[in-house]
């Protein structure tokens, strides 16, 4: 059920099921008059939200693109290595070339650098057991292996930048009063009224959607993180993007 709503249901399709719920709740709801003194509760809790989620809907989207610029730089790393074994013997070269294939295809499929680390193991594991009469070119293909290492840390790293638990619950507090009070609050006679209201609660909700599906990589723009290592795969090595 996680993972068909995080992945599956597409944010155009939350706004269309959140709109037809708030429009129902504003319709069945008893609306209130509210005092001055609540008013004002509503409108610093509002500044509130809005002061609160704003950085951190920022600082995921920066981190979405700051994964973009890693597996970049990594796809081009792969390349090069990749381009270093070619002159190498066939044999030599087709199980180099297949390790990275195996390490490659399990960053695709698992789309985690830690699930791969075994096979990037491997492939360093095999260049410094290597004794062959190729020694020089493996070596060298060792130390971009090593280098790669610090795009794959600040990969686990930025993985790792998600929104924390108690910034989850002050959110969610500070949204839950808000919604409360646009769901309840009567802002006036006729249907239009309604509406706006339901658009603004939508609104609210969507804001949470998008910042869960930033901070789970279920965005459609995290989606696209991996498509240099697709692109990779899908050309043999031969191109990027």
Same mark, same amino acid.
């Given at each position: 059920?996680?993972?068909?709503?995080?992945?599956?249901?597409?944010?155009?399709?939350?706004?269309?099921?959140?709109?037809?719920?708030?429009?129902?709740?504003?319709?069945?709801?008893?609306?209130?008059?509210?005092?001055?003194?609540?008013?004002?509760?509503?409108?610093?809790?509002?500044? +509130?939200?809005? $002061?609160? *989620?704003?950085?951190?809907? !920022?600082?995921?989207?920066?981190?979405?693109?700051? =994964?973009?610029?890693? @597996?970049?730089?990594?796809?081009?790393?792969?390349?090069?290595?990749?381009?270093?074994?070619?002159?190498?013997?066939?044999?030599?070269?087709?199980?180099?070339?297949?390790?990275?294939?195996?390490?490659?295809?399990?960053?695709?499929?698992?789309?985690?650098?830690?699930?791969?680390?075994?096979?990037?193991?491997? +492939?360093?594991? $095999?260049? *410094?057991?290597?004794?062959? !009469?190729?020694?020089?070119?493996?070596?060298?293909? =060792?130390?971009?292996? @090593?280098?790669?290492?610090?795009?794959?840390?600040?990969?686990?790293?930025?993985?790792?930048?998600?929104?924390?638990?108690?910034?989850?619950?002050?959110?969610?507090?500070?949204?839950?009063?808000?919604?409360?009070?646009?769901?309840?609050?009567?802002?006036?006679?006729?249907?239009?009224?309604?509406?706006?209201?339901?658009?603004?609660?939508?609104?609210?909700?969507?804001?949470?959607?998008?910042?869960?599906?930033?901070?789970? =990589?279920?965005?459609?723009?995290?989606?696209?993180?991996?498509?240099?290592?697709?692109?990779?795969?899908?050309?043999?090595?031969?191109?990027?993007?």
């Amino acid at each position: 059920m996680k993972q068909f709503l995080l992945h599956d249901v597409r944010l155009s399709q939350y706004f269309i099921i959140i709109f037809s719920l708030a429009v129902v709740i504003e319709v069945l709801l008893p609306n209130t008059k509210f005092d001055p003194g609540a008013l004002t509760l509503f409108s610093v809790n509002s500044f +509130l939200y809005g $002061f609160y *989620i704003a950085p951190i809907l !920022s600082t995921q989207k920066a981190r979405i693109e700051e =994964l973009h610029r890693i @597996v970049r730089l990594e796809a081009n790393a792969i390349f090069a290595m990749v381009l270093l074994v070619k002159p190498l013997p066939k044999t030599l070269r087709n199980s180099i070339q297949g390790m990275f294939i195996d390490y490659v295809d399990s960053l695709v499929k698992h789309r985690s650098p830690e699930a791969s680390e075994k096979l990037y193991e491997r +492939l360093i594991s $095999f260049c *410094i057991e290597y004794k062959g !009469s190729h020694k020089d070119d493996i070596d060298k293909l =060792l130390e971009k292996l @090593v280098a790669n290492q610090i795009n794959r840390t600040n990969f686990t790293m930025q993985r790792a930048n998600r929104v924390y638990s108690n910034e989850w619950v002050i959110m969610l507090v500070l949204f839950s009063i808000t919604a409360f009070f646009v769901a309840v609050m009567d802002a006036g006679h006729g249907l239009g009224y309604q509406l706006l209201a339901a658009l603004l609660l939508t609104g609210l909700s969507m804001l949470m959607v998008i910042l869960i599906k930033f901070s789970t =990589l279920s965005h459609k723009k995290a989606k696209e993180i991996w498509n240099p290592y697709k692109k990779l795969m899908e050309s043999h090595f031969y191109r990027i993007d």
